[in-house]
């Protein structure tokens, strides 16, 4: 049973940063995937940016050179998202998920966390 616990959230003001920090923990095999999505009042939950345990990430567009994705060295099924010169568009309710197998080669499937609220305001 693979579960996935997030902290960190809470309010910045414009321009400031906040980081998040999600754990999963359970058997998870190699090959998966970390990454953080969001849902902004009245939108469409978007991906923000994700992490290979190989190494290999990826961002939204309105996210690049702001915020930064990357795994804990040691613990490595420890994610997080620093996010810098935030903007109000970047509030919404932040998710973890990771993406990891039932068994060594076999189906994938997705575990969220709880969310976290982050805001931006002055």
């Known amino acids: 049973q693979v579960q996935v616990v997030e902290s960190g959230g809470g309010l910045v003001q414009p321009g400031g940063s906040l980081r998040l920090s999600c754990t999963a923990s359970?058997?998870?095999?190699?090959?998966?995937?970390m990454g953080w999505y969001r849902h902004p009042p009245g939108k469409e939950r978007e991906l923000v940016a994700s992490h290979t345990s190989g190494g290999s990430t990826n961002y939204a567009e309105s996210v690049k050179c702001r915020f930064s994705i990357s795994r804990d060295s040691i613990s490595r099924n420890t994610l997080y998202l620093q996010m810098n010169d935030m903007k109000s568009e970047d509030a919404a309710v932040y998710y973890c998920?990771?993406?990891?197998?039932?068994?060594?080669?076999?189906?994938?499937?997705?575990?969220w966390g709880q969310g976290s609220q982050v805001t931006v305001s002055s």
């Open positions: 998920v990771i993406q990891t197998r039932y068994s060594k080669g076999g189906q994938s499937y997705n575990v």
């Open positions: 359970g058997t998870i095999y190699s090959g998966n995937v």
